[in-house]
């Protein structure tokens, strides 16, 4: 997503100072929409910011299959090992050049097949391609044995053949080098694998496994719109190891399980973590650091020399978000939640346990709502993409107008009813920008201009979970969206099924409320 965030300060009256925040979403220019390509197979309190102590890294377990590795990023009260049967697990060795401007290395990704018909390919998206051919796929094994892949979608999906069907419950190893060139204006909808500001930011940068749904047919290969989020992820398991110079400090989702010197002088980094959506890692020299830990998290942020100010206070506001959230949705699963500057365009980016903020937003005054804003929407996100997955590309509003919809109800909750009401103000001036046109809240990123992007998801979306909850009253709305979560934790949901829980918690149909906000005619 972008945010396009006004100046306010923290010493003006909540009413003021949400009125001021006009919550612009300003995208990248929209194409037409891509053919769907679907491939079936046969058969609280805030505390004050301090730095960040060196500590004790967790512990790395001695077998790389152990799950430590993987429940390390984890709260206790969430590291249940169950879950972690039958998730792909990636082993990501990747080595950043001292100067940022390439990495490269292997994916070794362990594929278990939960389609229930066997599969004879696998198929991976090589992200950075959707916007140049910056990603260079080198030798694919299966198995242990070399492979020719076959490219769909341009260069954009990789189709890698299987030795032999893979029945269902049955597991294949994959194994795919990559090099990949970090273009001096960056890729990705709003910069999102950029080296900017001092900082690389490496996000969607590893051959990454496509969804299999069967509710919509199989292999999801959309190719993605030029604004919005462009991945559709599994949870999936994640054991990285990352080379890089050593004055080099790194951001990263899941946690640090070690960092070690090589021979060589670079420093070797190893980061867990699982169930989560991707892993993505931001790096810089200039990075300083600022933690506290408030109920079992560590929040921990990452800026940049002349940044002190919202940096410092970047942890306070995540905390209390995460606060709210809990007592609204349920447990916030991760041991740490990092907030790290980036040149992204957009105003904010959710990644799993890891948000990025634009750099820029660093510059506002101490107490700005815009920065509080931004941050507080993509620490929605931890809840409502993390752990709770949707189809992006294709139903947005799930994730998105969900995240509008719990950053009102923070404002609301933090600040009054009346900053509550006016920041419900500035989502319908967002829709008023697009003539409050009555276009549904359900489709694709592709069938929205850039501008209706904005007013209608951001805006129109949000919206109509207030109706939904003018329909249901106050707790029985808190109690769809606990059992949503909890109902959806780790999985990927559709928007059939919030309607059918919808309707469940309501005892009544709500077909008018949903043909009227989210569904076309």
């Not at 080379?243 to 990263?252: F, G, K």
């Not at 949705?329 to 890891?354: H, K, M, S, V, W």
């Not at 850039?450 to 329909?471: D, N, Q, T």
Request: hydrophobic content about 45%; some cysteine.
């Amino acid at each position: 997503m972008k945010i396009d965030t006004p100046s306010a300060h923290v010493a003006e009256r909540p009413l003021r100072r949400l009125a001021l925040l006009a919550l612009l979403f300003v995208l990248a220019a929209c194409v037409p929409p891509a053919p769907s390509l679907i491939v079936t197979p046969t058969a609280a309190a805030t505390a004050t910011a301090t730095p960040a102590p060196a500590g004790e890294p967790a512990q790395p377990p001695a077998e790389p299959d152990d799950p430590a590795v993987y429940t390390a990023a984890l709260r206790p009260e969430a590291a249940d090992e169950a879950a972690l049967a039958g998730l792909t697990r990636y082993r990501l060795d990747v080595t950043v050049a001292p100067d940022l401007s390439r990495f490269g290395g292997s994916a070794d990704i362990r594929y278990t097949n939960r389609a229930g018909a066997a599969l004879d390919e696998i198929y991976v998206h090589l992200y950075p391609n959707l916007w140049a051919p910056v990603m260079q796929p080198g030798r694919v094994e299966v198995d242990g044995q070399p492979v020719t892949p076959r490219w769909q979608r341009g260069d954009f999906v990789l189709g890698i053949p299987l030795l032999a069907p893979l029945a269902p419950g049955a597991a294949a190893d994959l194994h795919v080098l990559f090099d990949v060139v970090v273009p001096e204006e960056g890729v990705g909808n709003y910069d999102e694998l950029a080296f900017k500001d001092g900082v690389l930011a490496l996000t969607h940068f590893y051959p990454t496994v496509a969804v299999y749904d069967a509710a919509r047919g199989g292999w999801q290969l959309d190719r993605p719109a030029l604004q919005g989020d462009v991945i559709y992820h599994d949870v999936s398991l994640y054991d990285v190891r990352l080379t890089t110079a050593d004055d080099v400090r790194a951001a990263a989702t899941g946690v640090e399980l070690a960092r070690e010197t090589s021979p060589d002088g670079a420093a070797v980094w190893r980061f867990g973590g699982g169930p989560m959506r991707d892993f993505t890692a931001t790096l810089s020299r200039e990075y300083e650091a600022a933690a506290e830990t408030v109920d079992g998290v560590t929040y921990t942020s990452y800026f940049l020399p002349g940044d002190e100010i919202n940096g410092k206070a970047a942890p306070g506001i995540a905390a209390a978000a995460v606060e709210l959230f809990e007592a609204e949705f349920g447990p916030y699963p991760y041991r740490e939640l990092d907030i790290a500057a980036t040149g992204t365009t957009a105003g904010g980016i959710e990644y799993p346990g890891l948000i990025v903020i634009a750099r820029d937003l660093y510059a506002r005054p101490a107490g700005d709502a815009g920065f509080e804003m931004v941050i507080v929407h993509e620490t929605a996100h931890q809840w409502w993409y993390g752990v709770v997955g949707n189809d992006q590309v294709n139903d947005p509003w799930l994730d998105e107008a969900l995240a509008q919809y719990s950053t009102y109800l923070y404002f609301a909750a933090r600040y009054g009813k009346q900053a509550g009401e006016a920041f419900l103000a500035t989502l319908d001036r967002r829709w008023e920008r697009v003539e409050r046109v009555e276009k549904p809240i359900g489709l694709p990123v592709s069938a929205y201009s850039e501008s209706e992007y904005s007013g209608i998801v951001y805006g129109r979306g949000p919206l109509f979970f207030v109706a939904l909850r003018e329909r249901l009253g106050a707790e029985r709305m808190a109690e769809l969206l606990r059992r949503y979560y909890a109902a959806n934790t780790w999985g990927i949901a559709h928007p059939a099924e919030f309607e059918a829980l919808a309707e469940e918690v309501a005892g009544a149909p709500l077909d008018d409320l949903f043909d009227a906000w989210v569904y076309p005619p």
